[in-house]
């Protein structure tokens, strides 16, 4: 399990990260104490989880993936061995995270979610704190295929009167960095832009500079590698992928049409962003190609993310021991000139059917 420096920062992070986002809804605590066992046993050191999580987001739920790591942490004493991420909501009309209001990212919202998180996690530390979503009105995921407007500006007329200025949410990062709080700071679901505008005003000496960013990369969805992959080589900015399998519809489980009992789109409905049109003959293809190289199609899919030169580290999830094994056997998997030809020359066709 090979190790690669996160950004700029002193961190080293394995190149899987365990996610944890079914941990307190698909998954028990005890599933989840089972699932951060293998990884470590096996070189992990870095888990990404959220104040939003368990998925999908309810309010008698919120939170519990975060007790849950912070008890196996208890248990085993070893917050000092663990990389660990989380995240922050961006705007949201959902009341219950701040005390039956809305959010965003001002000072008082920003600090009410570290502490409560810290607290869920039994820490006094997050090593990586990101923004889950950006507070402005974009596209989900930040890197549309198509955009029939763009948002405007600020300061322009038809954009929300309190809509909070990038340099003002980068200067609270900074408080909560000299505070101790955090060391360091990430993005997520974040468009080129505005990488670019966290970097400016980092430049200016406002807050920390961006170390990573998390947004959706698989085969159906090369969308990072349009303007966000230079951005991110140039500027040092780790790419930590999340969704390698595209929901599981990359695993071959849902080919022709198939909703197997107990799957998360069986269970919740919620795989719409992998259901557009032309997706399923996509999914099908390249689960198909997997086949042909010998290998289970979730073998191949995590293989090829993790092969990606601007990719850090790669954000797997499971709901089984399992599935778990075979997401960290993937970089076991030698990357071939002919996969990526194969990947490629279907890419060439069909694009990204699914942003």
Known sequence: MHKRRLG???????????????????????????????AFSRGVNFIDTAELYPIPPK????????????????????????????????????RWFRGDRPSQLVRADIFDAVDKSLAKLGTDYIDLYQIHWPERDIP?????????????????VGAPADETPIAETLAVFDELVKAGKIRHFGLSNESSWGVMRYLAEADKGIGPRVASIQNAYNLVNRTFEVNLAEVCEREQVSL???????????????????????SRSQLFNRGQRYETLGAAEAQLEYN???RSFDLEPALFANAYVSSRPFVTSNIVGATTLAQ???ALSS??????????KAVDAIHQRVGNPCP
């Open 288 to 290: 198909e190609l997997a």
């Open 8 to 38: 700029r920062t002193d961190l080293l992070v394995t190149q899987i990260c365990l996610g944890s986002m079914t941990w307190g809804q698909q998954n028990t605590e005890a599933d989840g104490h089972a699932q951060m066992d293998l």
């Open 331 to 340: 970089i076991e998997i030698v990357w071939t000139e002919e996969m990526q």
């Open 324 to 326: 778990l094994d075979m």
């Open 59 to 94: 309010a008698e739920t919120q939170g519990w993936t975060e007790k849950i790591i912070g008890s196996w942490m208890k248990a085993n004493r070893n917050r000092d061995k663990v990389i660990l991420a989380s995240k922050v909501v961006g705007r949201t009309a959902n």
């Open 140 to 156: 989900w995921g930040a890197n549309p295929t198509r955009v029939g407007a763009v948002s405007p500006r600020a300061d322009s």
């Open 240 to 262: 930590l992928p999340y969704s390698p399998l595209a929901q599981g519809y990359l695993t071959g489980k849902y080919d022709h049409g198939a909703r197997p009992q107990g």
